[in-house]
């Protein structure tokens, strides 16, 4: 176990964005595997398709600004051919995520993509909307453009990098502070996802129609399944566990997980 700093990461995109977020999730947990340890920092990712729980009560985007974008230290804006669905303030819930969040005085790092698309499937009007959106941060802000998904991994990769850098500069200077630092320390239900892994290493979950299946048990109570899929995600945040086939269903311990059980050992005996 060791000392960091975590600063959560959230991902925010429109609905026609998938594979980049995948790689954009990939390379901080890469980030974490290889330069956690050596520089005293973890990226914690957030997104709605990871953290988010049904609410009601209130509207969605609210939600969602409640839930995870209070929590961010940095955004990952990734757009494509949509600039989204408008909220009552804004043209768009990405748009109040990232407006709100420089508001807040916080970084944002925004890409658009220049990927080709069949022109058949671009909404006219969402991809106007979002060009209107482009020219109007034009000059505030710096963003970049890919035509690759590994064009746009190297980018990120190199942003992160940088990013990172400034933390590690401003850190030993005592000058920022992230949104909490932290022992990385685990749950009841990370430990216990830890201890079944323990044996072969591997962790089997997958989500059916009537709910999800962990190692062969199928998981009946809707609060244990919400719990289950958090601690893998912080776990996995925390390079505890690794997604050995990148869909999120099966998973290993990483070397820093094996140390992790040996360390709960220690703590109950």
């Not at 940095?74 to 669905?85: M, Q």
């Not at 290493?201 to 009537?210: C, K, N, P, S, T």
Request: glycine fraction near 4%; charged fraction near 30%; hydrophobic fraction near 35%.
């Amino acid at each position: 176990m060791f000392q960091a700093n975590c600063y959560n990461v959230m991902i925010v995109s429109p609905s026609d964005i998938s594979e980049e977020r995948e790689i954009a999730k990939d390379v901080f947990y890469r980030w974490n595997e290889l330069n956690s340890r050596f520089h005293k920092i973890v990226f914690s990712v957030l997104g709605y398709d990871i953290n988010a729980h049904a609410d009601s009560g209130t509207h969605p985007q609210e939600s969602l600004n409640h839930q995870l974008l209070k929590q961010a230290d940095l955004i990952i804006a990734i757009f494509w051919t949509k600039l989204g669905t408008p909220t009552t303030e804004y043209s768009s819930g990405s748009v109040e995520e990232i407006t709100k969040h420089i508001q807040e005085g916080k970084k944002a790092h925004i890409y658009f993509s220049n990927k080709i698309i069949d022109p058949r499937k671009v909404d006219a009007e969402q991809y106007k909307n979002l060009q209107n959106y482009k020219n109007e941060i034009r000059g505030k802000a710096f963003y970049k453009e890919f035509s690759t998904e590994e064009e746009f991994r190297k980018i990120l990769e190199d942003d992160i990098q940088l990013f990172s850098n400034e933390l590690v500069e401003n850190n030993s200077a005592n000058r920022t502070k992230p949104t909490n630092t932290m022992q990385v320390t685990i749950s009841e239900k990370e430990i216990e996802i830890l201890r079944a892994m323990e044996e072969d290493g591997e962790l089997q979950y997958i989500e059916y129609v009537d709910g999800p299946n962990l190692n062969g048990r199928s998981i009946d109570n809707p609060r244990e399944a919400a719990e289950i899929k958090e601690a893998i995600s912080k776990l996995e945040s925390y390079n505890l566990i690794e997604d050995m086939g990148y869909k999120g269903e099966l998973f290993r311990l990483t070397a820093e997980g094996y140390r992790a059980c040996d360390e709960i050992h220690k703590q109950m005996n």
